[in-house]
């Protein structure tokens, strides 16, 4: 490396999602954050996604979990996904690390999804930097904290009338907690998952939350003790929040094909704040029964509603109901939540309170109707009702069914009801303070900033050692 080429000497970030839809976009978007203050970011995707991703300024390279043609599917097995993820991904990390050694900017930092904890090991053993990247709220961490730490048992079993309290946390009724902390057998793998995620976080060198401090500022002053995680969200691209980064419009990563013309088209077609829009997002799988309510309650509603049903979905959907509901309704395989969100149709997000998609309702002030299903989303849907006041959370009957009277009655409640107003207002508040947050000298942004300058002020260093040592040689004469 030759002095001219040292004045290039730069930050070089690795970025290492979990290889689903939910957790590569935020992690990307914080890449191009990271690119768009000058430091080259690098996202590293397992071979059966890394064509599907494509960012400006990111540099994207393959590495592997084993299942180079198919990905978790292809494993059929959360736990030998997983085995195999750890073995493959650290020899191939390792790799990508390896390789960047001789060029003008060597890897410096891996910032890694928390649900692969074995990347900080791969970091550590490298000398690079570690930081660990959470992809759920802050209040969902300091609960899963905490059961690490054995500071809760499971299962976490709550009396009729009693609530579960935690520092910074509101009461949590049964129905609000996480579903596999009340039966911890359910899903034992990715319970599993979700407990490593602490497993050697006191050795990372960063905790990065996707969330921002006027959010869930009371959550994380609860937890900083055993979690001071640092909150740089929402990672929503950059046009629906502070436009500081030039045509960032999507994430740039998508495993199915939107079909963002045909929606938009349809859209321009409708009044201001008069569509519905319903997703489930990339996991979710709902019961044929729970598919035919929703059905049902959206035609029964008389609203116009724009429904994405993945392919594999279709086949729930009440016979002849397509065709019954072309007047009001449009249903598509799959869209762009962001661009149909910021249409100015839209009235209302029915949501399965995913975190992603809690953030995006949030970033474009649109009111929600939650209808959670299991995991995260619970806790998402009660801040989502009762601490944001951004919407409301449809209520589920013995059998776990949100019924279509029900949603009938939430979405009257957010769209017209006497409450709608009141829950529009909160929606632009949360908007404004999102936007703040991430904007220029926002508390999300000064904590990129300062992440920013630590990296720097070590490739500084760096550069110093390796121009003492260049002058060293030239100074004994050895070229």
């Not at 088209?265 to 569509?275: A, I």
């Amino acid at each position: 490396m030759g002095l001219e080429e040292m004045e290039e000497y730069t930050s070089h970030v690795v970025l290492l999602p979990y290889p689903s839809q939910g957790h590569i976009n935020p992690l990307l978007q914080f890449a191009k954050r990271l690119a768009s203050k000058g430091v080259k970011a690098t996202l590293a995707a397992t071979r059966y996604t890394v064509h599907s991703i494509c960012a400006p300024n990111v540099g994207v390279e393959p590495i592997s979990d084993g299942f180079d043609e198919g990905g978790y599917a292809q494993a059929q097995d959360e736990d030998v996904y997983l085995k195999s993820f750890k073995a493959n991904g650290s020899r191939t990390l390792s790799e990508l690390i390896e390789k960047s050694q001789n060029t003008k900017s060597p890897v410096n930092c891996i910032v890694y999804d928390s649900f692969l904890p074995w990347a900080l090991d791969v970091a550590k053993q490298h000398g690079v930097y570690g930081a660990s990247f959470f992809t759920n709220s802050a209040t969902v961490n300091a609960i899963f904290c905490r059961i690490h730490h054995g500071l809760l048992t499971l299962p976490l079993k709550l009396e009729e009338g009693t609530h579960f309290l935690g520092p910074g946390l509101p009461p949590f009724k049964s129905c609000d907690l996480p579903t596999f902390l009340k039966s911890p057998g359910s899903y034992p793998a990715y319970l599993s998952m979700k407990l490593s995620q602490y497993s050697n976080l006191d050795k990372a060198d960063w905790i990065f939350g996707n969330t921002f401090e006027e959010l869930e500022s009371k959550a994380v002053k609860g937890v900083s003790e055993l979690w001071p995680g640092r909150l740089i969200g929402p990672m929503v691209p950059s046009a629906y929040l502070d436009g500081r980064i030039e045509e960032d419009k999507g994430y740039g990563a998508s495993l199915w094909k939107p079909l963002g013309g045909e929606c938009m088209k349809w859209l321009e077609t409708k009044g201001p704040r008069s569509v519905v829009y319903v997703s489930f997002g990339s996991m979710v799988s709902l019961t044929e029964k729970q598919v035919e309510e929703i059905a049902w309650g959206l035609k029964e509603s008389n609203l116009h509603f724009l429904w994405v049903v993945k392919e594999a979905e279709q086949e729930k959907l009440p016979n002849g109901f397509i065709d019954s509901t072309k007047e009001k309704g449009l249903i598509v395989t799959w869209c762009n939540q962001l661009e149909m969100l910021a249409h100015n149709a839209i009235g209302c997000f029915v949501t399965h309170c995913g975190w992603n998609s809690t953030l995006e309702g949030l970033s474009l002030g649109v009111p929600m109707v939650g209808v959670p299903q299991w995991a995260d989303q619970l806790p998402n849907a009660k801040y989502i009702d009762e601490i944001w006041g951004v919407g409301v959370r449809a209520k589920e009957d013995e059998k776990g069914i949100v019924k279509r009277e029900e949603l009938q009655l939430c979405l009257k409640e957010v769209m017209e009801g006497e409450t709608s107003q009141e829950i529009r207002r909160n929606a632009s508040k949360w908007r404004k303070l999102a936007k703040e947050a991430i904007s220029e000298g926002g508390t999300s942004d000064k904590c990129i900033d300062e992440f920013m300058g630590h990296l720097l002020s070590a490739a500084k260093k760096e550069q110093g050692r390796h121009l003492n040592g260049l002058n060293g040689l030239n100074g004994h004469g050895h070229a």
